[in-house]
T-cell receptor
């Protein structure tokens, strides 16, 4: 069965330091993987997407993620945190269903706190 | 207006009320989705529509009734809800319901059932 595990429910960093949000997935097929961000009282915004092209994916706002098949991981990183990065982050795998349809399986979310 | 919009943004209803949530996408997409986001739980897919036809019902109770009159509009009709139905309801759209497609989300409707 397909699943997503975000290894940390809360991550706290200081402004200007690197960010690492960890995600492991399980999928029977070559997965499509996404990271979404949700700011308080807002909908989800796509940060980046992996679909079997380059394993290092660059997203918006300086975020990037690396797909590592051997480790079944898709960790999200950013070299230098900004106060505006404080939000909830969701790792998502797209499940391949019949007729090439799919649905998204969401991780539990990681709350990123950025301290001044 | 661009992207995916949802109205109302906030809704308070009693257990005997009937209300509807509306979603509209301005992206020219063909697939639309309803998700439920409860506190401390992952987002749960509720319904999927592709070209106005329902392609997924994720064992949702019948007190939630979706309607998709065209590819741009999606409704969620609510009746006799329970307090545990209080949550953020998110609408999303994508070009198709293929698994590689990116879904674009609206801001959500925050629902409180008293």
């Amino acid at each position: 069965a397909q699943s997503v595990t975000q290894l940390d429910s809360h991550v706290s960093v200081s402004e200007g330091t690197p960010v690492l949000l960890r995600c492991n997935y399980s999928s029977s097929y070559s997965p499509s993987l996404f990271w979404y961000v949700q700011h308080p009282n807002k909908g989800l915004q796509l940060l980046l997407k992996y679909t079997s092209a380059a394993t290092l994916v660059k997203g918006i706002n300086g975020f990037e993620a690396e797909f590592k098949k051997s480790e079944t991981s898709f960790h999200l990183t950013k070299p230098s945190a900004h106060m505006s990065d404080a939000a909830e982050y969701f790792c998502v795998v797209s499940v391949h269903g019949s007729s090439n349809t799919g649905k998204l399986i969401f991780g539990q979310g990681t709350t990123l706190q950025v301290k001044p | 207006e661009t992207g995916v919009t949802q109205t109302p943004r906030h809704l308070v209803m009693g257990m005997t009320n009937k209300k509807s949530l509306k979603c509209e996408q301005h992206l020219g997409h063909n697939a639309m989705y309803w998700y439920k986001q409860s506190a401390k739980k992952p987002l749960e897919l509720m319904f999927v529509y592709n070209f106005k036809e329902q392609t997924e019902n994720n064992s949702v109770p019948s007190r939630f009734s979706p309607e998709c009159p065209n590819s741009s509009h999606l409704f969620l009709h609510l009746h006799t809800l329970q307090p545990e139905d209080s949550a953020l309801y998110l609408c999303a759209s994508s070009q198709s319901d293929r698994y590689q497609e990116t879904q674009y989300f609206g801001p959500g409707t925050r629902l409180l059932v008293l």
